[in-house]
């Protein structure tokens, strides 16, 4: 069910990773279990990598029942010194482990939550039991938002335990272009095409500008169900000749057309089916801010207080008149978008990649 990637490295430290990814039809999705594979190989430690699919035709429980199984075989085989679960299935494989002797510390790294994961109220009641013995029973748990740490501390786990890892890019490794190599009237914007209350704002807002800026671009990376739907509404709204359809891209390729775009677009939406919002953070509006790109960001998503706090872009309501505003703000106003361009390269360098892996592994060295 897994599958595994062993390197033959410098340091001894043997690093076992578990994880689920998100596949689309283009592929698997760029996420945090890539982000520190990619960390580990450049730093040659050693390590293996169990990836399963998020989605599957067999029923949860069953799913789930054979994939954690499935861990805990191959981490009595590996015998880590160190065991990643990223979420909390793969993180109760690794705490089981321990109890068996097999592993030594085990890190819980909680890269998403949310109070309502499952319709179905048991399945819900498990999984939050889960996540919160998992927090408290794993040796680390890194949380990529500040507010879930808070939540950590409400729920009673240790404070030397509970370490904050946003989903940071490596900073040094992301493409800064001059400035007159920017388009200045290129808006990007990376999303999953699966749901429209967030097109919806985003087109009435762009055709409410366009108006005023008449040149200006709107390129969509990302893929997903509504994509169909999408290209008809853009069609419709007579916007096909200023927004285009980039598909699903390489995460080396969506770094380059977000570092030669002006204004970067992360607008999210709060609802019972996408709770998870609230505590989340934005990956891609932390690629924006490492390629120096000024963010347009809602406030529901956590990363928001630290583009506000950095002023490192414009933070809004989930409104057609704010995020109007904003875009106009940012597009004219060359100041504003200096300033913010310089705060965002600040920002995503204070959080590198490299320094955040750098503490959380330290302590694992051999």
């Known amino acids: ?66 994939e954690t199984l499935n861990t805990i075989v191959k981490g009595i085989s590996y015998k880590p010194d160190l065991f990643v679960g990223i979420d909390p299935l793969n993180a109760l494989a690794g705490i089981i482990l321990k109890k068996l002797g097999f592993a030594r510390k085990t890190v819980f790294y909680c890269v998403d939550y949310t109070p309502t994961r499952f319709k179905n109220n048991f399945l819900n009641a498990a999984y939050l039991r889960i996540d919160e013995f998992c927090a408290k029973n794993s040796d680390e748990v890194w949380n990529v938002s500040m507010r879930i740490v ?115 677009l992360a607008i999210y939406t709060f609802s019972k089916d996408y709770s998870w919002v609230y505590y989340g953070d934005s990956k891609k509006a932390r690629e924006y801010l490492a390629c120096g790109t000024p963010v347009v960001i809602t406030d529901v998503v956590g990363t928001s207080e630290d583009i506000k706090k950095y002023r490192a872009g414009i933070v809004i309501k989930p409104a057609i008149k704010e995020l109007s505003q904003a875009l106009t703000l940012l597009l004219t106003d060359n100041d504003s978008w200096l300033n913010c361009r310089k705060n965002a390269i600040r920002l995503a360098k204070d959080y590198d990649l490299e320094k955040i892996l750098d503490k959380a592994f330290s302590s694992y060295e051999a």
């Open 150 to 264: 808070e939540l950590r501390k409400k729920q009673g786990v240790l404070g030397q335990k509970i370490k904050f890892a946003p989903n940071s890019p490596s900073f040094f490794k992301c493409p800064r272009l001059p400035i007159e190599e920017i388009g200045r009237n290129k808006i990007v914007m990376v999303a999953g095409l699966t749901h429209s209350p967030v097109f919806d704002l985003v087109l009435a807002s762009f055709k409410k500008v366009l108006e005023k800026l008449p040149k200006l671009c709107l390129s969509v990376i990302g893929t997903g169900a509504y994509q169909k739907k999408l290209v008809k509404k853009v069609m419709k709204m007579g916007l096909s000749e200023n927004i285009k359809f980039l598909g699903q891209l390489s995460n080396k390729d969506l770094l380059e057309e977000v570092s030669k775009s002006g204004l970067a």
């Open 1 to 66: 069910m897994g599958c595994g990637k062993q390197l033959n490295g410098m340091r001894g430290t043997k690093i076992l990773l578990a994880s689920h990814v998100y596949f689309t039809d283009s592929g698997p999705v760029y996420g945090p279990v890539n982000v520190i594979k990619d960390y580990l190989e450049g730093k040659k430690r050693k390590y293996y990598l169990i990836e399963y699919p998020l989605t599957s035709k067999l029923p949860l429980i069953i799913k789930s029942f054979f």
